[in-house]
């Protein structure tokens, strides 16, 4: 493929009519199985809703889907990333950064002073570009009970 200009990458809010294609740019990751059908028909648009998504030619290359939330007590009010992925024919050429800088401005605005990242620990890569945006480790630490169902 060649180059990917920066300035050809539009970054927008995720609207509804987006889903087939991010479901779509879900199977070219690879990933195998997952519920990302049922969080996405949880739907997309309104106050609580920061995700965004990057089109060069009005074809999907990524999205960050985040949404504002409310946790912990004393509730904190913090932005939390359920996911983010860059098509892997796109990735290296900073449009996972060009939607984390968009969603940085958004939060800015709307006076959102956290955002709060998850990252498996063995995801390299992540790791690698959540610290490159200046991500420090949270001092709330993530506790998981599984069930058998
Ligand atoms: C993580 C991911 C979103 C990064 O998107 P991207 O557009 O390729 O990242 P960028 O080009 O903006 O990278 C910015 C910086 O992050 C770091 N980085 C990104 N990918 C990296 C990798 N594979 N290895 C090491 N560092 C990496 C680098 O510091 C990079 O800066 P540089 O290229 O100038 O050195 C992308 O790799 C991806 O979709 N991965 C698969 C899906 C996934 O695991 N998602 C997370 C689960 S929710």
Redesign the pocket.
């Known amino acids: 493929m060649s180059e990917v200009k920066t300035e050809t990458v539009k970054v927008r809010h995720v609207m509804h009519y987006d889903i087939d294609s991010i479901l779509s740019l879900h199977k070219r ?1 690879g990933v195998k199985q997952s519920n990302i059908a049922y969080m996405i028909s949880s739907g997309f648009g309104g106050p609580m809703d920061f995700s965004f998504i990057a089109e060069i030619d009005r074809k999907a290359v ?1 999205v960050v889907i985040a949404h504002l939330m409310y946790l912990y007590i004393p509730i904190t009010e913090l932005c939390l990333i359920n ?4 098509d892997p024919a796109y ?7 060009k939607m984390v800088d968009e969603l940085i401005k958004f939060c800015r605005i709307q006076n959102i002073s956290v955002i709060r990242a998850l990252a498996e620990d063995t ?4 790791n ?2 959540i610290q ?1 945006h200046g991500f420090k480790k949270s001092h709330i630490v993530n506790w998981d009970k599984n069930l058998e169902v």
């Open positions: 990751i990524g996911g983010i992925m860059v990735q290296r050429y900073h449009i996972g950064s995801n390299k890569e992540l690698e570009f490159f």
